[in-house]
């Protein structure tokens, strides 16, 4: 048994509570961690549940009907209760949890169960007609009650995904200092340097697994937003907890502010950044090194650190950096490349043919475009046996400049040169699809309307099933909307996006687009690595990933168009790449999670967080 008198902690914490004249709790809290921790001392942490995080309290072992305790500092009561969004279930408290917990005249009389709570914050929701004020709700409901946040979330995901994350985010963190409430994570700033490791640990979390970062300098496809960029990591985490199932508690989002070189910004009396210019050269590097050596001291080996949003030139390097010494992952570079390569994948299902027999023309030469080439290169290694620089010649980009022809390499940057071929020099996009006569176009150039008319009927014209991706975000940056390239086509496009489109009618046929989302990808490859306990994040996973998504769409869903599964069954899918994810990781040696279960798939559902309230004490 736990004792209070061998346990330091406990002891302090005792005397902490006493002092401040707490009602009944540390008899219930000494007997509560007895039963929960079933004799084992607190500082064990080999148990762990609910995504692989430490769950000292038991709250996610427990089922759905067992009684927990809703630990705070202490066990929180009253008014204090209600002001912690982990355990307030507002109208929900049942009689005897009021009475228990002091909950008698703070709330009104009447008991409202969450599936009705639901409904009810659903209706309200709907009678937004502005995104922007969706938006604003459903983050004041997490900052509430974080339980039904999810739940709403989960069981709403097709219509509440765009909300929370692109394209509604994107304006969100335009406004981001006029909507500002209160920080939802950490702010890394130059003003931090030397101390990062002090800024961390004032974090109240301390079993965190996942961290997503960003610099602020390219927010989708709006550029450099600074510090406002926060709105990113905090949507996408929101994500990992919903689609992939990581405790909300195991999740940090963080900005680091060098400044922004965004003018509208530094002239904006509501901006909450550094007003100044971008630090970059020795100055940034070295704020990153002590950001990602304080995250592992801090943190451990284990914890998954998401590179987001980060310019093209930063990215890639930081990725080439510390892919071998820290488990860290672009999801502009890798997670667009992988949730890509499964729609290509599936899409050649309806087109017909192999990987290898396809050729592949991008505009766009950044991160997201070289990435998504890259793995197509290796998927199409893979399966030809071939070298992986015979499979790059398959795959043609155009940039800003044009075609990336070899007369062009010794100008080019470093992560473009790979790709370019021998050709005559092409300055606009229309000449390169005449020329290379393409049959999957993928637009990764964050600039809209670049698929024009011409474009399209050109792909159209030497394509009997024109495979057209325009993956750039948010909607308004979109290379073509769904309905220019099924109605340009005449019907016969297989049409992706990055943002989401409505269905389309055309000749008396519905068409729905696909949405080539990073988050069928970014969750499940999330709880892969942690419920594997991996090190390290190789591109064999990735592989495994964009595989275990395309498996996932049916002859029902080709039969519709489609080339993605629905969103509705999301957690379903993520369990699934989450599985693949990690069996590779254990085929690889990176693993650390032994024994390896015999059943990664239920052993993947079974570390899902749920967010069905919990019955109290």
Known sequence: MLSVKRHPFLLSLQKLLLGRGERRVFALMESTTNTMVNGSDLDNNNAAGGGGVVDVYGEDFATEDQLITPWTVSVASGYTLLRDPRHNKGLAFTENERDAHYLRGLLPPALMNQELQEKRLM????????????????????????????????????????????????EACQKYGSIFRRPQGLYISLKEKGKILEVLKNWPERNIQVIVVTDGERILGLGDLGCQGMGIPVGKLSLYTALGGLRPSACLPITIDVGTNNEQLL??????????????????????QEFMTAVKQNYGEKVLIQFEDFANHNAFELLSKYSSSHLVFNDDIQGTASVVLAGILSALKLVGGSLADQTFLFLGAGEAGTGIAELIALEMSKQTKAPIEEARKKIWLVDSKGLIVSSRKESLQHFKKPWAHEHAPIKSLLDAVKAIKPTMLMGTSGVGKTFTKEVVEAMASFNEKPVIFALSNPTSQSECTAEEAYTWSK????????????????NGKVFVPGQGNNAYIFPGLGLGLIISGAIRVRDEMLLAASEALAAQVTQEHFDKGLIYPPFTNIRKISAHIAAKVAAKAYDLGLASRLPRPKDLVSYAESCMYSPMYRSYR
């Open 491 to 506: 019907g016969r496009a297989i049409f992706a996006s990055g943002s989401p489109f409505d269905p389309v009618e055309y």
């Open 267 to 288: 002239n904006d009396e509501f901006y909450i950044g550094l007003r100044q210019k971008r630090a970059t050269g020795q100055e940034y590097a070295e704020l990153l």
């Open 123 to 170: 209706h309200n929701l709907r009678q937004y007609k502005v995104p922007l004020q969706r938006y604003v709700a459903m983050m004041d409901l997490q900052e509430r009650n974080e339980r039904l946040f999810y739940k709403l979330l989960i069981d709403n995901v097709e219509e509440l995904l765009p909300v929370v994350y692109t394209p509604t985010v994107g």
